[in-house]
């Protein structure tokens, strides 16, 4: 079993960033590969980025590249989303989740249905 909480979520004015934090319980955290994505009210869940078990390779949705940094801390059962310059577009719901795969070292997952836990998600609003 497995359980993830995000936090980190608010109200920030275009151009500003957030942290967003994703406390994972239980001891094999640090096998699996980690992803976020975000879902606007009304819209499709869409891919934002995801980084490996090991934490040495990384993807990113083609929105979000160069702004996003996903990053992941196995100590602490632990993966970060560190938004900067962020969009209105940018504003929904996230959500941390992970790869159904135990060690997994294919290509990066970018689909829902890759992922077998999520957490409740985290609101972040992007104002102009």
């Known amino acids: 079993q497995a359980q993830l909480v995000e936090s980190g979520g608010g109200v920030v004015q275009a151009g500003g960033s957030l942290r967003l934090s994703c406390a994972a319980s239980g001891r094999t955290f640090s096998w699996y590969a980690m992803a976020w994505f975000r879902q606007a009210p009304g819209k499709e869940r869409e891919f934002v980025a995801a980084?490996?078990?090991?934490?040495?390779?990384?993807y990113y949705a083609d929105s979000v590249k160069g702004r996003f940094t996903i990053s992941r801390d196995n100590a602490k059962n632990t993966v970060f989303l560190q938004m900067n310059v962020l969009k209105p577009e940018d504003t929904a719901v996230y959500y941390c989740a992970r790869d159904r795969r135990k060690f997994y070292n294919g290509a990066i997952a970018t689909e829902s249905h890759e992922y077998d836990y999520w957490g409740q998600g985290t609101q972040v609003t992007v104002s102009s």
């Open positions: 980084i490996s078990w090991a934490g040495a390779s990384t």
